[in-house]
């Protein structure tokens, strides 16, 4: 156990790294401990800074302020911390033998010793191969790429804007973008649908619909293969269509910023971040690491992967702050659970999508429905489209996803406790929530997706959101008033009132039905109906609502 004499050394001040200098002096009150950081800006809260340009932060220093209002800046830090960070002063080098950090700052180079050195250098957004430095080619990833961009927009010099990449950054500033200042937006995606790498094609449609329904030009299967910046605007080339706007913003991810830890030469894992183990120490002793600098093991592949999120961040503080001061602590696989708003629809999502899930469990399945967040009869109920993702061999939950105007966050949260404990389809189904009608449904949806997929391992098989119905034979078993709202596609569509279908089964004739209701509820169960009877027949999953909200039918 290191003795309070040990000086430990942070390279980095955000969410980790003075996560763990602020809690390791809340353990340890004399412990020396010295922050580096090459900013002069510091501890921002990065996660908002979308919401700035939205409006919804109607002040960026904000980002920079504690809950009490306190400025987060050198001062702050060391009266109310007892933490020395040195600002504006860059780690260039370490040198692992010697235990020494070299340094370049306002009083010129330095080396700084360290007893126990973390590494918290976070992450810098990705650039694109042969990307332009030019003014109206920009990221979005620090504090001080929100001013040039708010400037523009206030002054009218950023009418239209190309947003390369729809993942979680770039699909909120397509909603900034559009929604506070009505400027044009073009939102390029390399991927077949948006949020490609937490979504599957089911979800990721509702939220195509979501982004073009407000105005978004949004171009997926398009790799961006250059961009041409000049005084007048700039241009970018992708799937051989040229896109022009005022300004650029390349938001298609983050890497880890990992030099200072080449130079100490720790080993770095398959993702290209600094591997560590539960106690984040990495291969050469006395040196850890913690935040966006370093990879993970995902809960459900077993698999090192980045996830560069400050929820994880801040958590890495402080478990290596208990670590350096002598506790017992540990940081375990992650589920990986993250949430987004897009416009007025709410998005999350924990585990992996089918597409990651087979890598690892080659049989995994798929299960979608569209239950409603609250009581069906209370007047505020909003619509969740849910898929579940599980193991038929196992019967071990993979992964969420969770989309629409409904309470999303809510299941995703309670899911991510239960993949990260193994959970299987029987412990989903026997969740237990709080229930009243302002506030859930009596049956949760998390568990009502669980009984789906026991279905489908018994034999009634549900048919994709995302299926082409022309072809197929539809029992549509909606009432008469839901069959005027909106019609299904193809001419092979049998109407038959679900009060009713007991008494019509033998005017059926043979299958394959493929039955269709509202929300997959009450087809589920008409064509489990079928079956009993011998008549071959499956089930839209979702229901036409999925359908709808996916753009798949007009109304």
Not at 345 to 370: I, M
Request: glycine share 12%; with cysteine; aromatic share 4%.
């Amino acid at each position: 156990m290191a003795g309070n004499g040990d000086r430990v050394v942070i390279v980095g001040a955000s969410a980790a790294g003075l996560r763990c200098a602020a809690r390791l002096r809340r353990l340890q009150p004399d412990r020396p401990i010295t922050v580096i950081e090459q900013g002069r800006v510091f501890s921002v809260a990065a996660c908002g800074m979308p919401y700035v340009l939205s409006g919804d932060i109607q002040d960026v220093a904000a980002l920079l302020k504690t809950g009490d209002g306190a400025l987060r800046d050198v001062g702050y830090f060391a009266a109310a911390k007892g933490i020395e960070v040195w600002a504006g002063t860059r780690a260039e080098g370490v040198d692992a033998k010697r235990r020494v950090l070299k340094v370049r700052g306002p009083e010129g180079e330095q080396e700084l010793g360290w007893d126990r050195l973390v590494l918290a250098t976070g992450g810098r957004a990705r650039r694109l191969p042969g990307q332009p430095d030019h003014p109206r080619v920009r990221a979005f990833h620090c504090f001080e790429d929100v001013a040039p961009l708010a400037e523009g927009l206030k002054k009218g010099a950023i009418e239209r804007v190309v947003v390369v990449g729809a993942g979680l950054v770039g699909c909120e500033l397509a909603e900034a973008f559009k929604a506070l200042w009505d400027a044009e937006v073009c939102l390029l995606e390399a991927g077949p649908w948006p949020l490609p790498g937490i979504l599957d094609a089911e979800t990721g449609a509702i939220v195509a619909r979501e982004l073009t329904t407000n105005e978004v030009e949004l171009c997926c299967s398009s790799p961006v293969t250059g961009i041409e910046a000049g005084d007048e605007g700039v241009r970018v080339s992708a799937a051989g269509k040229e896109h022009e706007g005022d300004v650029a913003v390349v938001a298609f991810g983050v890497e880890p910023a990992v030099e200072l830890a080449e130079t100490a030469g720790v080993r770095l894992g398959p993702t290209g971040a600094i591997a560590v183990d539960e106690g984040l120490r990495t291969s050469v002793s006395g040196i850890y690491a913690a935040g966006d600098c370093v990879e993970l093991v995902h809960a459900v592949s077993g698999r090192p992967v980045h996830r560069p999120l400050g929820s994880l961040a801040n958590r890495q503080g402080r478990v290596l702050a208990n670590l350096l001061a002598g506790r017992e602590d540990r940081f375990g696989p992650v589920a990986g659970a993250g949430a987004i708003k897009v416009f007025d629809l709410n998005v999350a999502c924990v585990g992996l999508p089918l597409s990651a899930a087979r890598q690892t469990h080659p049989h995994a399945k798929a299960v979608w429905t569209s239950p409603e967040d609250r009581a069906h009869y209370w007047p505020e109920a909003k619509t969740i489209h849910l898929q579940l993702v599980y193991d038929p061999d196992s019967r071990r939950v993979l992964g969420v996803q969770a989309v629409g105007p409904g309470e999303c966050a809510k299941r995703i949260d309670t899911a991510a406790q239960l993949i990260l404990r193994g959970a299987d389809l029987a412990e989903l189904g026997r969740i237990e929530q709080a229930y009243a009608p302002p506030y859930a449904p009596a049956m949760e949806p998390l568990a009502q997706a669980a009984m789906v997929a026991e279905n489908q391992l018994d034999g009634l098989e549900p048919t994709s959101p995302l299926t082409d119905l022309t072809g197929l034979k539809l029992l549509d078993v909606r009432h008469a008033d839901e069959l005027e709202e909106i019609a299904l596609p193809g001419e092979a569509v049998v109407h038959a009132d679900q009060l009713e279908i007991r008494a019509g089964l033998g005017a059926l004739g043979s299958g394959p039905w493929t039955v269709v209701c509202a929300r997959g509820v009450r087809s589920s169960e008409v064509a489990r109906l079928l079956q009993h009877e011998g008549i071959e027949a499956g089930y839209l999953a979702g229901g036409v609502a999925w359908l709808l909200a996916a753009g798949r039918l007009g109304g």
